[in-house]
């Protein structure tokens, strides 16, 4: 996934920094030298026929005991502590995988439903 990819359509993704002591490893990856440069994309796995997601885009430089990471998280929505990745990448991944980049198509087609309000769990304030 580029971001280019839902440019128009998603709002994108926002930066996450963090420069300190080794804290974050990479998904599946602990560094065993002391430099190293790891770019990961979009973790996610199809699962019956449907996305999910499992680990944001991200970047991380360790050098000895020190690192820099930058992930690409969810945009955050009005009222939300967290920004909420799953939903926002599933919907990514269901517009441009399941849909054939047609986001009526992804918002009619999307099976998910809140299981509080039993209504459909896409969420059009993620759309631009």
Excluded at 18 to 25: A, D, S, V
Excluded at 47 to 59: A, N, V
Excluded at 106 to 120: L, N, P
Aim: hydrophobic share 35%; proline share 6%.
């Amino acid at each position: 996934m580029k971001i280019k990819d839902i440019q128009g359509v998603f709002k994108p993704p926002k930066k996450t920094v963090y420069f300190g002591r080794k804290l974050y490893g990479a998904p599946y990856f602990t560094p065993k030298a002391h430099v190293a440069i790891v770019r990961v994309g979009l973790g996610w796995k199809d699962k019956y026929g449907t996305p999910r997601y499992e680990w944001s885009p991200q970047f991380h430089i360790f050098f000895f005991r020190w690192q820099f990471c930058i992930w690409w998280n969810a945009p955050k929505l009005t009222g939300e502590k967290f920004p909420d990745n799953d939903l926002y990448y599933e919907m990514v991944l269901w517009y441009l995988y399941y849909s054939n980049k047609d986001i009526d198509k992804a918002r009619s087609s999307w099976e998910w439903v809140d299981s509080k309000t039993k209504e459909s769990s896409w969420n059009d304030k993620y759309l631009t």
